[in-house]
């Protein structure tokens, strides 16, 4: 699907740019539009005509954000080349070919974000310059995880890091993190530790049965879901709906293959957690701000991560909130966070189906 840009005149960057990596990206092949519809047609056909609006500067589209990740992934490497134009599979590309399409990626989907008009609001950059800790929730708190010599901190190969949570979401924000805010002092801390600076900027990875802290914010902001134990679900607690409104005393549950989550000895085919992205002021320094992702399982907590991080799904989420919430700092988000294969997927916020819940209501209507 093609999306219309705002106006003639602001998308003429991105289709100045796809025009050229047509044109001069390869320059023996003399690429055609044609050649590179079949090329990324492989799984949705692209038309010839489609190829030419993307790249048409006076009356330009804007393609979509997957389109634009099949752009990097085909002219990361002239292998696409070997025989009829095609996209060489990801699992096929050598290190330097993904270092390249990651850096493809990245500058298109900046003049996408540049050429969208308004540009999308950016969630993880603190223009303050003020610090930002990560809290993370602390295994040694829990009884049923039994951690590794290497979590003893008087074993000579004591690593710190065995006692963290939800290390694939952590890795994955503090990386962002930084690259967004590149003079900025970003700390990880354990929920445990007690000297934890909280006039910071907060961001709270991870759910309330080992982080202490959580449950005290929670406590304190007034949050209208809160994390209950339910029966059926024994690998983590669910999110229940509190605000008082229609949805009062929902709770959204998540998706097992057959139905089935299995028992605590042996769990279940998990193919959809649920998580929550959540901004609101920081009770203890109300000009800095305190973040939520968390989820009923570390599927979740990564796919609340990822929401705003991965870069196919960032800039379309950004715009999503700023639209819903008119670029209040003040807001809850419940999501599906898909999982296939044991991976979990970026969740797209405007996919039907993925958003179940948000507040401030009054914000959310158009």
Same mark, same amino acid.
């Given at each position: ?88 599979? %990801? ?69 710190? %890091? ?205």
């Amino acid at each position: 699907m093609v999306e219309p840009a705002t106006s003639p005149t602001v998308a003429a960057s991105l289709a100045k740019y796809l025009r050229e990596l047509r044109t001069s990206r390869f320059p023996d092949a003399k690429l055609t539009q044609t050649d590179l519809a079949q090329a990324l047609s492989a799984e949705e056909r692209v038309a010839v005509s489609t190829i030419s609006a993307w790249e048409n500067t006076r009356t330009p589209t804007l393609p979509p954000p997957y389109r634009l990740s099949a752009y990097a992934q085909f002219f990361a490497t002239e292998r696409s080349l070997e025989g009829p134009p095609h996209l060489v599979p %990801l699992s096929q590309l050598s290190a330097q070919e993904h270092k390249t399409r990651e850096e493809l990626e990245r500058k298109l989907f900046r003049l996408r974000d540049d050429d969208a008009g308004t540009p999308p609001r950016q969630s993880w950059r603190f223009d303050d310059g003020a610090p930002i800790t990560v809290i993370c929730s602390d295994l040694k708190e829990s009884d049923e995880v039994k951690l590794g010599p290497l979590s003893d901190v008087d074993n000579p190969n004591y690593t710190e %890091l065995y006692s963290y949570a939800d290390l694939d979401a952590l890795v994955a924000l503090l990386e962002h993190l930084r690259s967004s805010n590149p003079e900025v002092d970003i700390h990880r801390v354990l929920a445990s530790e007690t000297d934890i600076d909280l006039i910071n900027h907060l961001v709270l990875l991870g759910g309330i049965a080992w982080n202490e802290v959580t449950r005290r914010l929670n406590d304190s902001v007034g949050l209208p879901v809160r994390q209950v134990v339910n029966e059926k679900i024994h690998s983590g607690e669910v999110f229940e709906v509190v605000d008082g409104g229609p949805n009062h005393g929902e709770q959204f549950l998540p998706r097992w293959r057959a139905d089935d989550p299995g028992t605590q000895e042996k769990p279940g085919v998990l193919l959809e957690d649920v998580a929550m992205l959540a901004r609101l002021p920081n009770p203890y320094n109300g000009i800095r701000t305190l973040t939520y992702c968390n989820g009923v399982h570390s599927r979740g907590v990564l796919g609340a991560v990822k929401c705003l991080t991965h870069p196919t799904v960032r800039g379309d989420n950004e715009r999503y909130l700023a639209e819903a919430f008119h670029g209040s700092d003040r807001f809850v988000v419940l999501m599906r966070v898909p999982v296939f294969r044991g991976q979990t997927v970026s969740p797209s916020l405007k996919n039907p189906g993925t958003v179940l819940y948000q507040w401030p209501e009054e914000q959310s209507r158009n």
